[in-house]
């Protein structure tokens, strides 16, 4: 088979390496969005339980668990793709797939931080009109 | 070649060939666009001027909602993925589509449904909730009439043929790629149609969850969005928007993919920055998901949510930024100067209101600024600048640009240049006087306004402009009729593209499929299209004897084995003619002729799968000294990957309901188990229930053991499928038992409501997954499914065990929750 | 694959003799119809062939539609007796009452109207209901003319069920008792022959002076508004109010008669009903609730602002008046069957949204009131347009 | 195919108040909406910009000299001005966006402001005002706010979703059922302005209007006394007759005028009716001819709304009628 590529990568592996950034993005929105609603119900149902630093200690976090690991992810690519191809990047088409992680990886760092430092400025709970 | 002729006369509709079939989808995609154009014309007389009574209320109120449905549900989704049916096998150089008979149903049953529904508009049964029929408005309380069921059923019913289309492309995609044809080199338009795929198959389900809702609330009164027995109308509002925005991008991402194929060829260079193109595709595909709510601004959520999905639409415009300068790049990269032809026209009308509209969009994204102008006219201007400048424009150029793959004749530059000009100034002057309007006060959806308000004058304008568009697409219509003749295939390779849709290609495709080395390969590969025309590359011959195609890894799309595909057959037409008279029949409450139609459609789809599935031909040589099997089981066939993609839909309808249920808690706990209903039953139900689910799939795993040899019969294997279905009806039956001996009757609140959702969502994965073994039990009867044939079974499996796993989520769900909060 | 290819279908062998059939089948026709050798006349019997289709044909039709009708009470004495006058003063002449004959001249209609006392054919109920409903073509039985009045309806069809089960045997409890001879409205004098017998329409049903109205479905009409009277029956004859009943009687009325119609009936004191339904005490409160308050959340207004104290005398007088009465006016408002004037639209906007329990609870409050003579004694505002 | 002659059934709206009522973003007279004007103009001058900016580059793609074009083909030009561009960009205008959401998110003042309740019906609005005395009286279709004091609007819906927008006060927020929804908003400038409902709301959406009027501060404290107070009694002969007429058939089971009989709390509060800047939700002018014709034929002015035509009246009794709620200034 000398026409073809010398390797084979296994599929899973290969999607999840290439949407490493984004659904790094995905996860901090689902905890940040669905942490506030609940936090904000449990805030409303009792009294004593303070909403304002649960929610921002627990988005805070994960902004910046998420975010350094998407920039983990766009500054040393290589790691991830032997982790998950389980081999190491051999040829051009293999330069592609890690060059289109990497951008995607920056961009959703970016989306991490845009969503992060709202929690910082806005009232958690208020409607705010 | 005598396999792959196309039947003729009144055997035509049996066709399966995928340009037959995607001339039929693109022809009733451009009839609705058309026809729903119409409706907006008739709106604009209506609005020229202020107090005008030409229209009245109701019937406006039909006709926005009409035109909005038509064109997002009926037009522009099947458009897009007509073009993918009918293009993507030529550029990926496959015979077909991997499913031609799937694609084949799921456009009959458009086709029938999408004119059923259009048809409302004439004996005033057309829905009047608007395109996004929110309630309460659509409950039966304000909505009394069937026109709210057209819109459920009737619209609900076409996106389940959209995701068959989506499973299609996917498989499609990933599998049936040429030999050589690695991801790195695949072409644009075959990325573009991959996440378009994917992102159906995540967004769909959410809105067919939300219509099954709605239509229970309508049918049987199960409050899920009624605010006094706990529902919540923004529920409705999370769930159609988390498919609605990914919709948009559904429709926007395979033109943009569509113009990253033609900037190329009319600049005659490669497409500059291929990788940041895929990073752009992919990056909005994702962030589609997560902007929702910007179209919930004003409702009243918190504003630290709002800023939340405010920051994702503005990440949002950054990959469409990329494109249109990577667009740039390349024309700028060209040798010569960029060739001005009508495609070329089309695609810098489409970067001029394209980037508009893009920038409104990021207007509109700053939250203060959506709150004085949301549901005004602004919208309506921002919206038709990205949809029509993003989608309608370079679906034109599409049109002027493939034509010679399917007519003999190519339509006329002259034409051409005329449709263009009349298009794009009378869309400007349509759509941009519509932003000064929306600032100055003016709501949507509004069948009149006064005519001291002032906007008198600018919508006068709107309305010789829209007139002007109706010209423009006129001239088009004219050219069509004159140039456009169905027959052979015309010149090879007119605009001189790189891509190997221009390969010499008949009614089967390409004589041989060729090997690729790069990502323009009629360009890089000197005399290709010779060698490929004399049979010099892969399956030259149909060593099976019947309509097959290659089968190449995913990533490397190294050859793996061939598939045999069905041929022309009635039975999936029958299906989709059934399916289609179930739903509409439902809508007018003509039940026992529905249910009736129901399982004849069951019954057709029986007798399709029943001619599928044919034993092996063994090893064959398809060429380049590569034998490869004709039958594969396993993790590797592409039966198993259309299952893995339909498990995920089921999932993401699955998620779509888990939200619904948290949400609604969040809304309303006060209705939920502890205090306000009825606790869940003793434990001892759902463990029995979950008990039933696990020991169903170990049957079924001793099924698969006890599978015989070929040729022989096995009851044993036989018994345990029956065993596991009767185990997987027990189980819902006892969780459904279990509540209602509680006393907790579905329509008493929105907490019993979504107990029962999940039985019955849990019960219609049963529903199908004890058809499907009862299906391979008759296999198994018949001597047609043995250890080593035995795709049906592994089908089988996969269902069953998913639907299990749903099954105790739901059950874990449901009977752990409440529990948690006592 | 040419267009002229793909639609291409071997019709030419079949075509010549299908096209032969079909000039041969319209020249027959067309020279039967012409020459007019069918003989139209009803003392022509037809053809036992065409009896059969054209009677399997109607039996066919009514069985359709007669399927999902729901059936109410029919043994109800008070339907039965209302049934019986309008089967007296309208259906008598084609289909007799027993003990008296057919009128020669129904008995020359083809097909002859049937004998309803002793029937032919095996129509139940629900079967009557659609002939009287929606009548039968070409036969000379009329569709019922009060559009939406299926109430009225199943009163006919309660008698005819009546009448086919006892065979008319008693016939005095039921028909005489209410017969246009003993009820003349005897205190009134009136000289010119005409009005007697207009009187004489109206006492079958309603009563006089002594006598209670002939069932509790009928509304007694005792010291009512005279303008309300007035407006009724100009509404019955211009046919803006629905009725099988009123409509035949009021239809050549004309302003004399009813003037002194509308007179007669608002001067006599109200009749004590023979057997008046008590309902129920929790019923008559929650009614009264309503009739004060209205229901704010279901839009529908308190009737107390119109039907009580200083409202208009155009809006009728509805206390004492029976319970199934103004429940059965109320359903018809609700279905929107009772909105051809301009003040049954108001009175439609109310009853829109309420649900049949309240509409039975406030017919029985206003049920239960005993009317107050004192309302009308001031002169009533000027005549509300036609 | 435009319509030549415009059908006599159209109805003439004549001008509310001598100049035409403004419903515009661009002319904000509210805090809130002069924050959102002045985003505005930020984002489309920016947005023009970069608007020209790209079409001149696709221009100079096209036409341009070999070293332009060059320049523009290098893949590196893409990354700056397709990422770190609109990056540099969008974080700006998310930084002053999020400035203006904190600003509005505490400027919504405490709960001592004077209150004003808003309920969307289906087509109109029922308005009532509570003041710090306590006291709560009801108005509909006009809302009244004081210039530089800040009211809380609490909006709620009886039916559908509808959405309280007055352009030039503040953006728009929705009615949901179920909730109870706070605006607050600010008035810098007396003077008449109009608002719609922006949510589809099915029937006459389009008809469902509002006039705002923001007393200067001092005057405001006056016109709640006026507006307070019962209605005044019919004077003429013919108002007389009229409010006879008004009480004797009816009215008063749906609407209500504080001082009568009247006390029904379907329709809206007809106390001041007189005074109001316009009738049927701001769709038609307040005049004798206006009330007239909505009490004879309102089903056809605004179809499906919840007052059935009264049509029996005579000429007379009609003139009278609409002079006495003409009278209820």
Redesign the interface.
Known sequence: MSLFARHDSPVIGALFFLLWGPILWAGHLTIAYGGQALLCTLAASSADFDAATAIRLLIGVTTLASGLASVFGAVVPRLPFRLLLRRRPVDADDGTLIGIMRLLSALASLGILFAGVTTAVLPVCAQGR | MRIWKTPTGWRLPTAVNNTVIGLLYIGAAFLFFVLAGILALVMRIQLAVGDQRIVTQELYNQLFTTHGTTMMFLFAVPAVEALGVMLLPQMLAARDLPFPRLSAYAIWAYVIGGLVFFSTIFYDLAPQGGWFMYPPLTTTQYSPGNNADFWLLGIGFIEISAIAGAIEIVVGTLRTRPPGMTLAKMPIFAWSMLIFAGMIIFAFPAVILATMLLELERAFGWPFFSAELGGDALLWQHLFWFFGHPEVYIIFLPAAGLVSMMVPTFAQTPLVGYRLIVVALIATGFFSFGLWVHHMFTTGIPTLSLAFFSAASMAVSIPSGIQVFSWIATIAAGRERFRMTVPSLFILGFLFIFVLGGLTGVMVAMVPFDWQVHDSYFIVAHFHYVLVGGMVFPLFATFYYWAPMVSSRMLSERLGRWTFWLMFMGFNVTFFPMHIVGLQGMPRRVWTYPSMMGWDLLNTISTIGAFIIAAGVLVFIIDLARNFRFGQVGPDNPWGAGTLEWLPNDVYSTRSIPLVRSREPLWDQQNLAEEVKNGHHFLPGAPTGGRETVVTTAIEAKPQYIIQMPGPSWTHLFAAVFTAAFFLLLTIKAVTIAITCGVLAVASCLIWAWQLDRPGKGEVDIGGDIRVPTYITGPQSHSWWAMVVLMLVMGSLFIAYVFSYLYLWTVSPDVWAPDGSPMPPHVAYPLLSAGLLVGGVALLALAYRALPDPGKRSWEAFLLLVLASCAMAAAVGIEVWGHWITGLRPDASSYAAMVYMAALLTGQGALAVIVLCLFAGARLATRQMDRVRRVTFDNAFLLYAYTAGQGLFGLLLVHGFPRLLV | ???R?????DFDQLGNEIVVVILVLIGGITIFVWAGYYNVAASEKHLGITNWILATVRDQSIAARSSEIEVPDLKDRDRIRLGAQHYVAGCAFCHGIPGEPISPIAQRMLPAPPDLANPVNEYDAADHFIIIRSGLKYTGMPAWPGVGRDDEVWSVVAFVEWLQDTGGADRRDVIDDAGPEQRTGGGYTNPEAGEAYALSNCVRCHGDADTAPVSRLVPALSSQSPDYLRRSLQEYRNGRRQSGFMQPVSANLTDGEINQLVDYYSGLAPVETTSPEMPEAASIARGRAIAAA?I?KQ?V??CS??HAG???L??GIIDGLGQRYLAGQLDLWRKGHRTGS??G??M???AANMTDEQIRDVSAYYASLTRDLSRFARSS??G??E | MRTTARRSAALPLLVIGGCSVEQSALHPTGAGAEQIYSLFWVMTIGGGLIFAAVLLCTLWAIYGGSGIRRTLSAEGMIYGAGVFFPAAVLSALLGYGLYLMQESAFASSPTGAPQIAVSGEMWWWRVQYRDAQGRSLESANEVHVPVGETVNLALTTKDVIHSFWAPQLAGKLDMIPGRTNMLSVTATKPGISRGQCAEYCGGAHALMSFVVVAHPADEYAQWLDGEAAPAKAPDTEREKLGQDLFLRSGCGACHAVRGTAAAGTIGPDLTHVGSRKSLGAATLNNDEASFKRWIVDNQHIKPENGMPPYRIFTEAELDALAAYLDGLA
């Open positions: 694959m040419r267009i290819d793909i639609l291409k279908v209205g704010p839009e207004a308190p602002s119109c200083a409202a208009s155009q809006y301009d003040f639209i108001i439609a906007r109310s505002p000027a509300a347009t």
